[in-house]
């Protein structure tokens, strides 16, 4: 959740932060998760983020450490959590406005006498809106700058 943090007071998405460090989308996707990073990893990321190697450990690697323990508070690890579940709903949005209108164009070009695509589209919309219900945020822009805010507005206070 460090790692999440540092960007997002520098206001980049995962995908700025990947292409600034070298690394890929997926393995910042992973370190934000908690998951444990390489050596090389961790050192791309402490020079992009102008920082010692050892501040960017996850709180509980290293509990003799009281200075990094209190990086992430508990307040920030639960509105960076709530932020994840919005991106994510986003990004599920996204994949049925893009996956539906395909499937229909497949339908009326294939089969037009049949209207299929309906329901794949009713099942996964009501599924979207399970999704949704869950989460409930209206957000237009799912960027790095966007996520700080998020977080900052769900605090109550800046980063």
């Not at 990073?37 to 960017?56: C, I, K, P, Q, W």
């Not at 949005?93 to 893009?98: A, H, K, M, S």
């Not at 966007?146 to 605090?155: C, M």
């Amino acid at each position: 959740m460090l790692i999440q943090k540092l960007r997002l007071q520098k206001g980049w998405s995962q995908e700025q932060l990947a292409e600034v460090s070298g690394l890929s989308v997926r393995t910042v996707q992973r370190l934000e998760r908690g998951q444990p990073g390489s050596l090389e990893t961790m050192n791309a990321l402490a020079a992009v983020f102008e920082t010692d190697l050892d501040r960017l450990k996850e709180p509980s690697m290293d509990t003799t450490r009281p200075d990094i323990m209190q990086d992430v508070r508990p307040d920030e690890a639960l509105a960076l959590a709530h932020v994840r579940k919005v991106k994510a709903f986003y990004v599920h949005l996204t994949q049925y406005l893009i996956v539906i209108p395909i499937l229909a164009v497949i339908n009326l070009m294939g089969y037009p006498q049949y209207l299929w695509f309906v329901w794949p589209a009713l099942g996964w919309g009501l599924g979207l809106l399970a999704h949704g219900a869950s989460v409930f945020s209206f957000v237009p822009f799912l960027d790095g700058a966007w996520e700080r805010r998020q977080v900052e507005k769900h605090l109550g206070r800046k980063l």
